[in-house]
């Protein structure tokens, strides 16, 4: 089969790999009709995430058709139209149990901190992921769905990480009608993020990012008020200003790891490797928030130490929240809103690749080339 | 306003974000929202139906985490550790716990080694590492890479300069090395 594989920091390529094969009584392999690129494959892509091995193919956002399964599957079968989270899951630890199936604790051997991730290192379980012609899914029974006749293969594609997460963030900030949520970063799931904190009762939403074609989708997609931080000498000033002083009820930081607006921070992180992620969003949150307000991370950062404000947060006695999302537990409620018209997830999209130029995709949006918002990856593109 | 007890106002009420917002309020009620709160007992185990799910077989030694009591009943599969690298990346699982810096710091070290093992080693099959079309960078003549960042604000592009040195950086001063090397065991020869 075809399969993007990693070479090294900022290199990828098309290969012939084997089919997977069952490696389990309880998996399914499916083969993948639409995949996508998330921000977080950036962060692997650019060599910051330890123990992502040469060789590995990427790619936790996809849905295919099942093809094989597993003896001990039940509620699959070959020819299935199925969606899949990004989570490996297992479904009953005591994690999965209790709703946090993010947190599995029977599917990562590499690390307790972190549940299973298709195609995110082996720090993530080691999992082969979805931008590839077929891919192994464990738990076939636990974590892939049906997907529904009337649901766009798009829109699918995006509930298996990106709306859910952005959904997710807006939970964590526990929304209450009138608040003021600030949503820093303006990629995808900044933007679900955005969109969701008004279904959720926000009297204002405020997208801060630096990329002006993402501040535009902000403003007409996710009817958000937006501000460009190159053009303000302090951003946290500023967004005191706009809330009248108060600072924003929730801050969202939909960023992560390689953050810009403070070259230390980002070369320390980034490029040099010597810190977890580059938390200048989340610093943001943390003094842009008002006193006794709620952070919610969405930004995915590596399991290194990284410089983040405490003190600020302890002072001001913040609740900061966050975690992978657990997609599955989404589902249900997405699906009835995508079907009620609240959200049109593909309404981001900006770019369909064919595997076989995958490399050009990583580039594009890695250097937010052309645009680029969201690219879908097509597999068997022809 | 904020240095009294008074609130900042709002300055769209929410009957107006209601009709202007498809699906303003529908999550107004905690009780709609999925996630909360966090802690839920699953009592449909998601479709799973077992207690602790069979084994998937070892078929090598699998590295794992030290803070976990055994290896996990699944597991990915890809990539099985080689050469130093993989010898780097196996003493960092058996010594070091997730809590130790040394623990990821030795997994980045073998992720730049497995790096350079896997480059030296493509240049010995048909198809050896390209950096040109490996990193996609021809795209930005393709995609406006110059109309994507100058006259646009973004913070990123001072520091875009410095990707390419990294990216072949290395790989030029491998190049050097290996013409020097070349060039010197010539000039012996020649003696």
């Not at chain 1, 006749?149 to 709306?163: H, Q, Y």
């Not at chain 1, 799931?189 to 009762?201: I, Q, R, T």
């Not at chain 2, 790096?115 to 406006?144: C, K, M, Q, Y």
Request: glycine share 10%; proline share 6%; hydrophobic share 40%.
């Amino acid at each position: 089969m075809r399969a993007m594989v990693y070479r090294g920091p900022y290199k990828i390529r098309v290969e012939e790999k084997d089919v997977p094969a069952i490696e389990h009584p309880g998996d399914a392999i499916v083969r993948v009709t639409l995949a996508a690129i998330c921000g977080s494959d950036l962060h692997l892509y650019h060599g910051m995430m330890p123990d992502t091995r040469v060789g590995m193919t990427f790619g936790h956002e996809f849905i295919g058709v099942v093809e094989e399964v597993g003896s001990g599957v039940q509620n699959l079968k070959r020819g299935d139209r199925v969606m899949v989270p990004f989570n490996v899951f297992c479904g009953t630890c005591w994690f999965c149990a209790r709703g946090l199936y993010s947190n599995c604790h029977n599917v990562n051997p590499n690390a307790t901190a972190v549940g299973g991730i298709y195609g995110y290192s082996h720090t993530c379980g080691g999992y082969d992921g979805g931008q590839a012609e077929f891919v192994r899914v464990p738990f076939a029974d636990v974590g892939p769905t049906l997907i529904p006749d009337w649901m766009d293969d798009e829109d699918a594609v995006l509930l298996t990480d990106a709306l859910a997460t952005g959904y997710f963030g807006a939970q964590l900030g526990e929304i209450v009608e009138g608040d003021v949520v600030v949503v820093f970063g303006a990629g995808p799931v900044g933007l679900f993020a955005a969109k969701s904190a008004w279904l959720m009762g926000a009297g204002r939403v405020i997208v801060i990012d630096h990329l002006e074609n993402r501040l535009e989708k902000a403003r007409t997609f996710a009817h958000a008020e937006t501000c460009n931080f190159t053009e303000h000498d302090d951003i946290v000033v500023h967004l005191k200003k706009l809330t009248g002083h108060l600072g924003a009820d929730v801050a969202i930081d939909a960023v992560g790891a390689e953050a810009d607006g403070n070259l230390t921070q980002h070369f320390t992180s980034a490029k040099l490797k010597l810190q977890g992620g580059s938390p200048v969003a989340l610093n943001w949150c943390i003094d842009g928030v008002r006193k006794g307000g709620t952070v919610s991370v969405m930004g995915a950062y590596g399991p290194m130490f990284s410089a983040v404000k405490f003190g600020d947060a302890l002072n001001k006695g913040l609740t900061l929240r966050m975690n992978q999302c657990p997609v599955k537990r989404q589902w249900p409620r997405l699906f009835e809103h995508i079907r009620n018209g609240y959200l049109k997830p593909s309404d981001i999209v900006t770019h369909r690749i064919p595997l076989e130029h995958i490399a050009e995709g990583y580039h594009i949006f890695s250097a937010k080339l052309d645009g680029c918002i969201k690219p879908l990856i097509v597999p068997n593109a022809g | 306003m904020t240095y009294t007890s008074e609130r900042p106002p709002i300055a769209e009420s929410s009957d107006s974000l209601r009709a202007r917002i498809p699906g303003w309020g529908a999550d107004l009620d905690p009780k709609d929202r999925p996630s909360v709160p966090k802690l839920q007992w699953q009592e449909d185990k998601t479709g799973a139906h077992w207690e602790f799910p069979e084994r998937q077989p070892e078929k090598w030694p699998r590295e794992r985490s030290i803070e976990h009591a055994f290896l996990t009943p699944v597991f990915g599969t890809s990539c099985p550790p080689k050469g130093l690298s993989g010898a780097l990346r196996k003493y960092s699982y058996r010594k070091y716990s997730e809590g130790r810096a040394a623990h990821w710091l030795l997994l980045l070290a073998a992720d730049r080694v497995d790096a350079w093992e896997s480059h030296l080693r493509s240049f010995a099959t048909l198809r050896p590492d390209n950096p040109i079309t490996e990193t996609g960078v021809l795209s930005e003549f393709t995609r406006h890479g110059f109309s994507s960042r100058v006259g646009k604000k973004r913070a990123d592009v001072k520091h875009h300069l410095v990707d390419p040195v990294i990216v072949a950086g290395p790989w030029v001063l491998a190049a050097g090395l290996a013409y020097s090397a070349v060039r010197k065991v010539v000039r012996w020869r020649r003696r």
